[in-house]
């Protein structure tokens, strides 16, 4: 039909292979015909009396029956029509011109779509998907492609004709190992879309078309936070352009993976005898499943073990290892025939460096002869039992007065202790500063000899600027309020991890009779470590550049406290030493997007590295002097696996970057459950497992009606009405 307006009045059908399904309203017929030939007449003398007195109703019964078969016969004609989804509206004559349509099509590139079921990954799927849709697409219609997982990585960013061949560029489209970031996405899609309106000379009509696999970590995150974040982002771009999102996802999403593999020891140094932990997470799991677990250091087998993963839960592989050798060290853990959807994360590589020992200069604020009648004494012998001579042991430890604070003989310390040290000169706390800011450590053990004064005017007062050197100030020194118990306060500090699961070490029972009491800063980063029975912090720490600075409240003095003849003494001092230098020794593994660091000489400022990825990609990275040091810093985004980073001279370090656990989890929300969650808004489809991505062609803006929902209302009708005229015949015939 020809409308007033020039433009021609048109209906279709979004799914007409499913008009086939018309044949079924032969159904009432049949049945209809097949009672009839059931039925045997059978002469009876009374029933020619009733017969004789129905004739003359004959006529309105069989139309009454008549009626009731028609309205089967159409109930079933309109399941069919409402299946195949047909809509009715304004288009273009022949000739005429379809308004155009730029569809922003968007794949989901992170870890969990290359889970593979039914014959492919989701992201293959999500490939052919949209294939279809460039099939699908009028002759003006224009595409712009992207990629995405933590950003978008645009294909195609310009629009360009949907009808142009764009087999090669969709060839070269691979999934990553890094997780989505839906509300980053969304908000980098949304300045995409206000770019293009700034840019457009005419309004034009756009869609979002989003295949992903509706991976519930990524599209509803447990983080209330990110929930809101998302549901903000969304609903800011369905102000402006309709969302069409396909769920792509296999139908099975149980899944087994390598959650972590972890160090017992950081920094880890050459003779550490650490423990490897391996965790293996199931996900989905309907039942307990086994798993064959091989563990391998170096290309060498250290272990093989078969563990049962219990649904959404966790099995652990410990191992203990001594390390002998410096430099870097692969560690591999690997599930053996592994056959869930997902292989990638069936395999994870981390890197250990293991470090010379660590050098420990101690300040000795009051020296004595006897090797434990000093403060530095029984620090001394717990950090290096072999004495300062002692070249073996992972930490080497050299006594010095004061007066030679500051003169460091090469190499330098990487951690000063000062003990019982009773004032800090402004050279030497600008010393001091420097030091710690460079990645050392400095540990002080507050005593008798300790000047409050000296020590607080190291922290700057509240109207002045700068950092402060001390994580607390100093109160004043309690001597006649003895302390029988530790509050170690629930091991939450990472100073104290290594006695979390043993709380009968003794660190909580140890004695202190003497001790300064603090006033931790938390406004200068200031951290309790560990506290006194009585709430007085006993240990407390602060980050200040690459470094940290610890502070004791006593003295390893058995005139203040019983700690240095206590069994818990010697672990303590070695995690405060490991603990002041871990920033000096940044980690060799991290999660995809986050950053690796490096630390050399100042010299070394605007060397060139050649970073090599797991794929063989080669990038140049310049040293920047930052903080005193030569920095190199680099961020791998997409892909997981070992990256060596190599300078001119052919030195080597290794670094690996870890897929995100919660990409393991494939376990998605539903369509119906996401629409729920976001308040149903107005502009979004999320179309279910299977369903094929289709759009109806539009003119002047104005989008073909879908007669669906329409048909649907009268099939209720229809079907209540048929069963009041079979009521009513029922009763007749009665």
């Known amino acids: 039909m020809r409308g007033f307006s020039g433009v021609v009045l048109a209906m279709?059908?979004?799914?007409?292979?499913?008009?086939?399904?018309?044949?079924?309203?032969?159904?009432?017929?049949?049945?209809?015909?097949?009672?009839?030939?059931?039925?045997?007449?059978?002469p009876w003398a009374a029933m020619d009396f009733l017969l004789a007195a129905l004739q003359a109703r004959r006529r309105r019964i069989l139309l009454e029956e008549w009626f009731l078969l028609f309205l089967r016969m159409l109930i079933f004609v309109l399941?069919?029509?409402?299946?195949a989804q047909p809509f009715f509206g304004r288009t273009a004559p022949p000739g005429g011109a379809v308004e155009p349509v730029h569809r922003i099509l968007l794949i989901d590139s992170s870890l969990s779509m290359q889970a593979r079921r039914d014959g492919g990954s989701s992201f293959e799927k999500a490939k052919e998907s949209l294939r279809a849709l460039l099939?699908?697409?009028?002759?003006?219609?224009?595409?712009?492609?992207?990629?995405?997982?933590?950003?978008?990585?645009?294909?195609?960013?310009?629009?360009?004709?949907?009808?142009?061949?764009?087999?090669?560029?969709?060839?070269?489209?691979?999934?990553?190992?890094?997780?989505?970031?839906?509300?980053?996405?969304?908000?980098?899609?949304?300045?995409?879309?206000?770019?293009?309106?700034?840019?457009?000379?005419?309004?034009?009509?756009?869609?979002?078309?989003?295949?992903?696999?509706?991976?519930?970590?990524?599209?509803?995150?447990?983080?209330?936070?990110?929930?809101?974040?998302?549901?903000?982002?969304?609903?800011?771009?369905?102000?402006?352009?309709?969302?069409?999102?396909?769920?792509?996802?296999?139908?099975?999403?149980?899944?087994?993976?390598?959650?972590?593999?972890?160090?017992?020891?950081?920094?880890?140094?050459?003779?550490?005898?650490?423990?490897?932990?391996?965790?293996?997470?199931?996900?989905?799991?309907?039942?307990?499943?086994?798993?064959?677990?091989?563990?391998?250091?170096?290309?060498?087998?250290?272990?093989?073990?078969?563990?049962?993963?219990?649904?959404?839960?966790?099995?652990?592989?410990?191992?203990?290892h001594r390390f002998f050798s410096e430099g870097d060290h692969v560690i591999e853990a690997r599930l053996v025939d592994n056959t869930d959807a997902l292989a990638t994360d069936d395999r994870l590589r981390t890197v250990v460096h293991v470090h010379p020992a660590l050098r420990v200069l101690c300040i000795d604020g009051r020296p004595r002869g006897d090797p434990f009648g000093g403060p530095t004494g029984y620090l001394a012998m717990a950090l290096n039992p072999g004495g300062p001579s002692s070249l073996r042991g992972t930490i080497l430890v050299d006594k010095k007065p004061v007066s030679s604070l500051g003169e460091f003989e090469t190499p330098a310390p990487d951690v000063i202790v000062l003990c019982d040290v009773a004032e800090l000169s402004p050279a030497e706390a600008e010393f001091l500063g420097r030091f710690v800011r460079q990645g050392g450590g400095l540990i002080l053990f507050l005593g008798e000899s300790t000047q409050a004064d000296s020590y607080n005017a190291l922290v700057p007062q509240e109207d002045q600027n700068g950092e402060s050197l001390m994580p607390a100030r100093l109160v004043r020194p309690v001597t006649n309020d003895p302390q029988f118990r530790l509050d170690p306060l629930g091991y939450r500090h990472p100073l104290l991890a290594a006695f979390r699961d043993y709380e009968r070490a003794g660190l909580v029972n140890i004695p202190v009779e003497k001790y300064w009491a603090l006033e931790v800063l938390p406004q200068h980063g200031g951290v309790t470590a560990l506290s006194l029975g009585n709430g007085w912090p006993f240990i407390a720490e602060k980050t200040l550049g690459l470094g940290r600075v610890i502070v004791v409240a006593s003295p390893p003095d058995p005139a203040w406290t019983l700690l240095p003849k206590w069994p818990s003494f010697v672990p303590l001092v070695h995690e405060m030493v490991r603990f002041a230098t871990k920033g000096k020794f940044p980690p060799r593994s991290t999660v995809l997007g986050a950053c690796f660091e490096a630390f050399f000489p100042p010299e070394k400022s605007g060397t060139v590295y050649l970073v090599r990825s797991p794929t063989g990609q080669e990038e140049a990275v310049r040293i920047q002097e930052e903080s005193g040091w030569a920095t190199l810093r680099f961020c791998p985004q997409e892909t997981a696996g070992i990256y060596r980073v190599a300078d001119a001279e052919g030195n080597e370090l290794l670094y690996a970057a870890l897929s995100p656990p919660e990409e393991s989890d494939l376990r998605a929300i539903t369509p119906e459950e996401f629409t729920q969650?976001?308040?149903?808004?107005?502009?979004?489809?999320?179309?279910?497992?299977?369903?094929?991505?289709?759009?109806?062609?539009?003119?002047?803006?104005?989008?073909?009606?879908?007669?669906?929902?329409?048909?649907?209302?009268?099939?209720i009708c229809l079907v209540a009405l048929e069963s009041i005229v079979a009521y009513r015949l029922t009763r007749r015939g009665l």
């Open 12 to 42: 279709g059908f979004l799914q007409p292979w499913l008009l086939a399904w018309l044949v079924t309203a032969a159904i009432p017929v049949i049945i209809h015909l097949w009672s009839r030939h059931r039925c045997r007449q059978v």
């Open 79 to 83: 399941v069919a029509l409402a299946a």
């Open 135 to 320: 099939r699908e697409g009028y002759s003006k219609d224009t595409v712009s492609i992207g990629v995405f997982s933590s950003t978008i990585r645009w294909i195609i960013r310009e629009p360009i004709a949907a009808s142009a061949n764009l087999s090669a560029q969709l060839a070269d489209v691979v999934p990553t190992h890094g997780a989505a970031d839906i509300p980053g996405v969304l908000a980098q899609l949304t300045n995409y879309l206000r770019e293009l309106a700034d840019r457009d000379t005419r309004p034009a009509r756009r869609e979002v078309w989003i295949l992903t696999d509706l991976q519930a970590a990524s599209w509803w995150p447990p983080d209330s936070e990110l929930q809101q974040k998302l549901r903000n982002q969304l609903r800011s771009l369905l102000g402006t352009i309709p969302v069409y999102i396909v769920d792509v996802g296999p139908s099975d999403r149980a899944n087994v993976a390598v959650a972590a593999v972890t160090v017992s020891v950081s920094p880890v140094l050459a003779g550490d005898t650490a423990e490897m932990v391996v965790r293996i997470a199931g996900f989905g799991l309907p039942s307990p499943r086994l798993v064959q677990v091989s563990l391998q250091l170096n290309q060498d087998t250290l272990a093989k073990q078969t563990l049962t993963v219990g649904p959404d839960s966790e099995a652990t592989l410990r191992l203990l």
């Open 677 to 715: 969650a976001l308040g149903n808004p107005q502009g979004l489809y999320v179309l279910p497992v299977g369903e094929a991505p289709r759009s109806p062609p539009t003119l002047a803006g104005q989008a073909l009606h879908d007669l669906s929902q329409q048909l649907l209302y009268m099939l």
